[in-house]
């Protein structure tokens, strides 16, 4: 009885262990990254595993925080040792609504739920017990139709809060379907972008520290209608024309007669209908080949409701200075285009303090680092 008892209580305590935030992890490699088809001189590892990995932050001491949607949980992963797998992981919240969006700035992590953000102060000193978070603020809507949040501090020390569209198509209020910023205590909220229908991703250009951002585009109007948009916002007041106009040049068929699409600003490159387009980062590190440096890669999250399935890939937008000159694949292979089979889908990217590139990925769990060596 004594060593059943025992047997128990290690048991027991293995499990606890197992829920222990810093615990150790060990990750074998996936053999699916095979699938994966990027440029030569680069490769593709399995950095972590996180259940529906979504948004990405890193602080300065390298300890990555990520975001969930269809989970309650944020978590923090760190690589240890130095061979590019994290090998700690912790969760430092669960039973929160949708936070999807992480940022870390001033030694606190900014978590975003659909209607309120947090901040959890000082937490690389308490990684392994957080504590309650601060409400910096709790007044967005409710909506959980696009009510998932990414968010990010600007060059101005705002943080960038988006609103979606509580709807597929709509006229709504102006908080909805828009960006907006604040200071980061909370206070002094402003509207900063309007007719952004769902935008899960933005930053900033490293030279002229303008705006640019992502937008799903419209549903039901057909495979090849409307295309998703990236954009960029130089100045606050700018209206990108949601629900009115699409693309550009496509009026909403439903709610057009109200507006031209002459009175919005039209995107700076239109991507591919329903492919979902997500985080984005401009490359400034030194490790990938010279061509890369201040290109966008763009993470596509791929269609769900579309005839034959599209994005599923990164996207390399090649600029000369703040102008888009085109486009290509970066990195492709989690939809088998022949059998229409998906394995992952890409949300969001983040550059490392060396150079290499992390890809969330919240379909295989998983965190992948991409680099490069010559």
């Not at 509580?166 to 007719?195: K, Q, W």
């Not at 999250?301 to 102008?323: E, I, P």
């Amino acid at each position: 009885m004594r060593i059943f008892n025992f047997i128990v209580f290690v048991i027991f305590l293995a499990a606890c262990q197992s829920k222990n935030s810093g615990s150790k992890v060990e990750l074998p490699q996936d053999s699916l990254l095979s699938k994966i088809n990027l440029p030569p001189g680069f490769t593709i590892r399995v950095f972590a595993e996180v259940e529906n990995a979504r948004s990405l932050a890193a602080s300065p001491t390298g300890i990555i925080y990520v975001g969930n949607r269809n989970e309650d949980k944020v978590y923090a992963v760190q690589d240890t040792d130095g061979d590019f797998v994290a090998d700690k992981k912790w969760v430092l919240a669960s039973g929160l609504n949708m936070p999807n969006g992480v940022a870390f700035r001033d030694g606190d992590l900014y978590v975003a739920e659909v209607n309120r953000i947090l901040k959890f102060e000082n937490i690389e000193a308490r990684l392994d017990n957080p504590g309650q978070p601060l409400v910096v603020y709790d007044k967005f809507p409710t909506d959980t139709h696009h009510g998932w949040k990414y968010i990010a501090f600007g060059p101005d020390g705002k943080l960038y809060v988006p609103v979606g569209a509580p709807c597929n198509i709509c006229e709504s209020a102006p908080v909805y379907a828009a960006i907006h910023r604040m200071n980061a205590d909370g206070t002094g909220l402003e509207l900063f972008a309007s007719g952004v229908r769902n935008t899960v991703g933005f930053t900033w250009h490293p030279q002229s520290n303008e705006l640019w951002f992502t937008d799903n585009g419209r549903d039901m109007l057909g495979d090849d209608v409307p295309p998703c948009e990236l954009n960029t916002a130089p100045q606050a007041g700018l209206h990108f024309g949601y629900p009115y106009c699409h693309g550009g040049t496509i009026p909403d068929p439903e709610i057009s007669t109200k507006k031209s699409c002459d009175e919005f600003v039209k995107p700076a490159l239109n991507l591919g209908a329903h492919v979902a387009p997500l985080g984005l980062k401009f490359y400034t590190g030194n490790q990938f080949p010279a061509n890369y440096q201040n290109q966008i890669i763009l993470a596509e999250h791929g269609s769900w409701n579309r005839s034959k399935k599209s994005g599923y890939k990164l996207t390399l937008v090649k600029l000369n200075g703040s102008m888009v000159v085109g486009s290509e694949t970066f990195a492709s292979g989690w939809l088998n285009d022949a059998t229409q089979e998906v394995w992952g889908r890409p949300v969001d990217v983040l550059q490392l303090a060396d150079g290499s590139l992390l890809v969330s990925d919240d379909h295989a769990g998983k965190i992948y680092r991409i680099s490069y060596t010559q």
